[in-house]
């Protein structure tokens, strides 16, 4: 049973290191180069990786509070109601990736407003 337990240890571990690595990643990426090509598409990729961190960071931050704050019987409401709000962020983010995108497709010297 030990074995298991730091199977899924290392499991967790290694998974979050790389969803890590990768939102860091796009906030670097999106400060750095596409900012400086185009920074009104760099706000939509700022904005998402920057909700993803702070995600991250809520659901590190407030799962293992949950036992001392609510205590056993409370856990379940209160971890499946940051699950949501979790849901709905990464929701947010994953909308403003994809409109980071539709404005690096638009050129940056048309208007997006007119079509010919």
Avoid at 70 to 75: A, F, K, L, M, Q
């Amino acid at each position: 049973m030990e074995s298991a337990t730091t199977l899924l240890w290392v499991s967790s571990l290694f998974g979050g290191s790389v969803s890590l690595a990768l939102e860091i990643g796009m906030l670097i990426i999106a400060l750095g180069p596409v900012s400086k090509h185009r920074p009104d598409a760099s706000l939509f990729f700022v904005g998402a990786a920057g909700l993803n961190l702070f995600v991250r960071l809520l659901r590190f931050v407030a799962t293992p509070l949950l036992i001392h704050f609510v205590g056993v019987p409370g856990y379940v409401t209160a971890n499946a109601a940051i699950s949501m709000l979790a849901t709905f962020l990464y929701g947010a983010s994953g909308v403003s990736i994809l409109l980071g995108i539709l404005r690096l497709a638009i050129p940056a010297n048309r208007d997006p407003t007119r079509y010919q």
